[in-house]
């Protein structure tokens, strides 16, 4: 509709690369540490819960959910959802992802600052994300014709520009979740050396997928800031 423009698919083209490629690794390395049998014997529910209530966290279930890697923390109803490979698995990668996720709940209960920034941008976002490329083109095109295309298209940049916070305030909430998890593993010397070594590097490479996504909204929003400040 807008016609095409190079310079943004080239950039989609790269950091899609970018993640699909980091998502492939991602989903190696959780079946390499599938096979890393937990010693304890505990399935990605049992060790959410213990993390639970080892933090005293007694109003949050611990569900399963379909997918793979559909795992996630829902903090309007205090649930810790685990996907089909997590909740009743008993291996080094169930662990890592129900300790991640669990570690969502603690920064919950403790009021992470981090979380609370995005949880209030979660409803901004699901506007500005609908509308911030239209925004976008639709002021590029204008400009050619009416002064207030100029506007617009600062307007729609301003827009993609929350989706960028946003993203880049998911770093350290993901960051920080990791961490815990693995402090809270090691501390109750829940796994051995080598089950902690596997769900540190599984969760090492969950948190880059955050980071090129982070990093891929960044380098789209200067783009199209230098595009609409050329035709200023």
């Excluded at 989706?163 to 051995?192: C, H, I, Q």
Aim: net charge positive; hydrophobic share 50%.
């Amino acid at each position: 509709m807008f016609g095409i423009d190079i310079g943004y698919m080239v950039i989609a083209g790269v950091f899609g690369l970018f993640s699909m490629l980091v998502s492939n690794r991602l989903k190696s390395k959780f079946k390499k540490y599938s096979k890393v049998h937990l010693r304890n014997g505990m399935s990605g529910a049992e060790i959410a819960e213990k993390m639970l209530a080892d933090h005293g966290i007694r109003d949050v279930k611990v569900i399963s959910t379909p997918g793979m890697l559909t795992d996630h923390y829902n903090p309007a109803n205090k649930t810790v959802n685990l996907s089909e490979g997590v909740y009743a698995e008993r291996n080094a990668s169930a662990a890592a992802v129900a300790a991640h996720e669990c570690g969502h709940a603690v920064q919950h209960a403790t009021a992470y600052s981090w979380l609370q920034m995005r949880s209030k941008l979660v409803p901004i976002l699901n506007i500005t994300s609908r509308f911030s490329m239209w925004v976008i083109f639709g002021g590029m095109m204008l400009m050619n014709t009416t002064a207030i295309g100029g506007t617009i298209a600062w307007v729609g940049v301003g827009l993609y520009g929350i989706g960028t916070l946003f993203s880049f305030v998911t770093l350290p909430v993901e960051y920080d979740a990791s961490n815990r998890a693995l402090a809270w593993l090691k501390n109750k010397n829940m796994v051995s050396q080598e089950e902690y070594a596997g769900a540190e590097d599984a969760l090492k490479w969950a948190a880059r997928t955050y980071l090129v996504a982070a990093i891929g909204a960044l380098a789209t929003l200067l783009y199209f800031a230098m595009r609409v400040a050329s035709r200023d």
